[in-house]
């Protein structure tokens, strides 16, 4: 059986469908919206519970906000592609290019901010007597400075022309293949920040082996228990954010061999959106405050000891 639908509009131009389409717009959008949900959900305990106002807090505070407005850019390009699907169309919406420009800068926004948490950690580790690296002004300091980074690098693509309407996904994005503006791109969004995570992550890795060896005895039961746990957070957060960008890397190479499925912006949005779902998860689960507070909440006792951080106002 054929499953493809093709229609014909009034400017004579056939456009075909596929029966996963719809079915895979209402996924994205359902994934979306409960992106939304947690993310609301975790500011407003961090920013209720008293015992959330500490500086690691701070970067999930942050990467909350950037979760909201990143979802909801996203639930925008969702909702405007299921309205075509439903009606059978296939147009350039006037907020098109400057969707493309969001998605670019609040997904650099969202990476960027688990780069800071791994900036904390290490300036925590090898560095806990430099206080003033370590207060809340400096680390809000940073988190200002990604926001400025994620804003503004996208606005060249805005206007020169490299951002433009794919008639083929339905999409404003840069076109698949070979040019400056996508490796610039690529580097900008995903390879440089990622690069700068796992270098950290993997020091730190080291670092925690090495201290396992020069332990005492009557303290090694405890470091190993907290190394262990923090090795597997670690892990699992490079897990979940690696695999953002490894379709986007494959259909890059791709293109520069074979030409491109039609619709593998589909893919890759909802290898995104799904990646993202997993991710603020992820926040939740390794995140003890939120967990405890979520616990009180609903009345359920629990085991978390968590570890202050006093923030330090310099």
């Known amino acids: 059986m054929n499953s493809t639908i093709d229609l014909v509009f009034l400017s004579n131009t056939t456009f075909s469908i596929e029966f996963w389409h719809?079915?895979?717009?209402?996924?994205?959008?359902?994934?979306l919206i409960l992106v939304i949900v947690l993310s609301l959900l975790f500011l407003s305990i961090i920013i209720f519970d008293k015992t959330c106002h500490t500086v690691p807090m701070l970067f999930v505070a942050n990467s909350c906000v950037i979760g909201v407005l990143h979802a909801s850019n996203m639930f925008w390009i969702s909702i405007l592609r299921l309205q075509n699907d439903l009606q059978t169309t296939q147009h350039q919406d006037r907020s098109c290019i400057f969707q493309a420009y969001l998605r670019y800068a609040f997904?650099?926004?969202?990476?960027?901010?688990?780069?800071?948490?791994?900036?904390?950690?290490?300036?925590?580790?090898?560095?806990?007597?430099?206080?003033?690296?370590?207060?809340?002004?400096?680390?809000?300091?940073?988190?200002?400075?990604?926001?400025?980074?994620g804003l503004t690098f996208p606005m060249a693509f805005m206007f020169n022309g490299d951002i433009g309407y794919i008639a083929d996904i339905d999409v404003c994005d840069v076109p698949l293949r070979l040019s400056f503006a996508l490796i610039f791109l690529s580097l900008c969004v995903y390879s440089i920040p990622l690069s700068l995570v796992m270098f950290i992550y993997l020091k730190l890795i080291r670092y925690v082996k090495m201290m396992n060896q020069r332990v005492t005895p009557a303290n090694v039961l405890f470091r190993i228990q907290r190394e262990l746990k923090m090795i597997r957070q670690i892990v699992i957060t490079i897990t979940v954010l690696v695999p953002i960008c490894i379709p986007y890397t494959i259909f890059f190479i791709l293109s520069f061999f074979t030409a491109l499925p039609v619709?593998?912006?589909?893919?890759?949005?909802?290898?995104?959106?799904?990646?993202?779902?997993?991710?603020?998860?992820?926040?939740?689960?390794?995140?003890?405050?939120?967990?405890?507070?979520?616990?009180?909440?609903?009345?359920?006792?629990?085991?978390?000891?968590?570890?202050?951080v006093r923030i330090t106002k310099v």
Not at 22 to 31: H, S, T
Not at 264 to 273: E, G, H, K, N, P
């Open 263 to 308: 619709y593998y912006f589909r893919i890759l949005f909802t290898f995104a959106v799904g990646s993202f779902l997993f991710t603020m998860l992820t926040v939740f689960k390794f995140t003890d405050p939120l967990k405890l507070s979520m616990m009180k909440k609903l009345n359920i006792r629990s085991k978390i000891l968590i570890p202050t």
């Open 107 to 149: 997904c650099a926004i969202v990476i960027c901010s688990f780069l800071l948490q791994a900036v904390y950690r290490y300036l925590i580790v090898f560095y806990p007597k430099h206080v003033t690296w370590l207060s809340l002004r400096s680390q809000f300091l940073l988190i200002v400075l990604t926001w400025l980074y």
């Open 22 to 31: 719809i079915p895979l717009d209402i996924f994205n959008i359902v994934c």
